[in-house]
């Protein structure tokens, strides 16, 4: 059950002169007379720094600590309200600050703040506001080291060091930071210090989510979500910064209102040790495809037979692929199959095999079911079934090699020697006499599934995938503009999390759209915030995602695997197929023929 913390509408000052310090802030820049900063110093609310009150706090938080038996040095009631434990502990406090309140507000305004966009967050955050060379944040900053971190240390038993670090935030429409933990370096206690307007309600979204933990291979990830904090003006929590504490700033759906706080750490001179994060893969692993058929060439664009306006298009695409490591290929399947497949799977939606992520903290969160092999469960979808059949098909994979101009990992099958099976008419013949069977080299068949509030972070997974073509196959996303997230982006490995990233390529979503892209070791992509725009153009219907991605042939691999075949006249004649565009179609098909026939 998610519970909320509200506070008390009446222990938040009411500001009536905020709109005509906003409107002298305005006259100052507008005449060039420089802003003094905050005039006075702040002061924690003396009902806070009472030593009945935190006794009360001190003891309630080794309760916590060392359990329901632990003694009580005072009495803890008057702590109940303001310190919890669930689902790890942390402390909020309406109406904290005495003082200037409003002039933290308009000079937190005055201050340049850049936007943000990586696969964790989007906002505009200020620079480091704590330096002494941040003059209008000095009263600030000196409330933070000389009045707050004593009284935390106090009423924690946490030995503080002076480090703190203050930034502005500025969270609008469709702005969040999704679930993570804040574990870095030496931080201790996380703090949250909000400047919203005094209206600020649940409608408005942005509030602090705060999630339950849960063991998964001797590691904490991310449970259900146990408690919302609206940020409420002129409060503050503050939160022990651990292996559970899972959080995020909910999305703001107001269309007026700006959640603007300040965020930061306390530190400690003991850092945590470094925790190894749970992966869903530690190794990448590699399945076997059997090859597919086309029902219809007609039915997907580059699976047709070979003709002068395919290879004008291959061509094309080629030159792309090679100048920006990537290329789309749109109107992939026929129009009627396209939308045959989008009905098909809006009546299936709720019927498919779905899976989530199991840590949302590395991988995010979405829903998505594995293909198999042997397609099985496509059974039930004809229309699925045939767009993944066409995939492995011959013919659609030499487009692909001739698009990509290198060789896709395919494992020769030969049948024993002395094994007899059933001929084209119903004969028996000795399997030396047999075609050489195919399996294409698969690392990922994933049917994906996004609507509003999903994600995906930067797949590290993705890493160990060296010299890879992937596929990323778009359906039911007509309306998905690129201002209402969802776009694949890919990144260098190595961009700071800090920093916003440069995209290499990104795709917006183009609704029966191929994106191809070449990738290896030193990319890595994910899926931006499906925000709440999705939501008031399409209702809030899903759209989804077919990710294949294939491992190409290594140059060097490809030589030696060359020669060595070149022993085997049979293996060689089909080695030499596979380089012609008619040789994958008939290398890959089901059907048996005799060494005669073939030549």
Known sequence: MVSSVVGSASSVTESNSVQQNYLDKNKRFKTGKPFTGV?????????????SFKNSVRSLLRAYDEGPNAPADADISPALNFVFRKPFRHMVFPDFFRGPIEGVEVELLSQKFDSLSTDLFQLSQTKELASDRVQEFAQVSSTLREDVRPWLQEITGVELTKEVDMRGGRYTYTDRLVCHDDRLSS???????YVTSSDWSAEDGGTLDLYESICMNDNLVPGEL?????????????????????????????????????????????????????????????????????????????????????????????????????????????????????????QHDHALPWAVPANRNTSGRYRYV???????????????????????????????????????????????????????????????????????????????????????????????????????????????????????VFVEVDDSPDDE??????????????SIVKRDQGHVFYTEYVNHRWVRRNGGRPFYRLWVSLPLEMDDTAESSSESEQADDTSADEDDRLHEPDAIPAALSNSETDEDEEE
């Open 39 to 51: 005039a006075s110093r702040l002061t924690i609310n003396p009902e806070y720094t009472a030593e």
């Open 187 to 193: 931080r201790k206690i996380a703090y949250v210090y």
């Open 501 to 514: 990233w440069d995209p290499i390529v990104q795709f917006d979503g183009t609704p029966n759209c191929l």
């Open 370 to 488: 594995d293909i198999p092999a042997d397609f099985q469960w496509l059974k039930e979808l004809p229309n699925m079934s045939h767009l993944v059949q066409t995939i492995f098909s011959g013919q659609f994979l030499q487009s692909l090699m001739d698009i990509n101009g290198k060789q896709l990992a395919i494992t020769r099958q030969k049948p024993k020697p002395d094994e007899k099976r059933e001929g084209v008419n119903g004969t028996t013949k000795s399997s030396r006499q047999e075609t050489i069977k195919f399996a294409i080299s698969v690392y990922q068949c994933r049917l994906e599934r996004f609507e509003h509030g999903d994600y995906t972070l930067k797949n590290f997974d993705a890493v160990q995938m060296d010299n890879v073509l992937d596929l990323f196959y778009f359906i039911d996303c007509e309306r998905l503009e690129k201002d209402c997230g969802g776009s694949l």
């Open 226 to 346: 146990e408690k919302r904090i609206l940020p409420l003006r002129n409060s503050v929590v503050f939160f022990f910064v651990s292996d559970d504490s899972f959080h995020e700033v909910s999305e703001v759906l107001s269309l007026t209102k700006s959640r603007l706080s300040l965020t930061g750490w306390f530190h400690t001179s003991k850092p945590p040790k470094p925790r190894v994060e749970y992966q869903e893969s530690p190794e990448a692993q590699l399945f076997n495809f059997k090859p597919g058929t086309v029902a219809e060439a007609r039915i997907c664009r580059l699976a047709k037979p070979d003709d002068v306006m395919l290879r004008r298009a291959k061509n094309k695409y080629k030159s792309e692929l090679q100048k920006h490591r990537a290329t789309d290929v749109r109107h992939l399947l026929a129009e009627d199959l396209y939308q045959s497949l989008v009905m098909e799977l809006r």
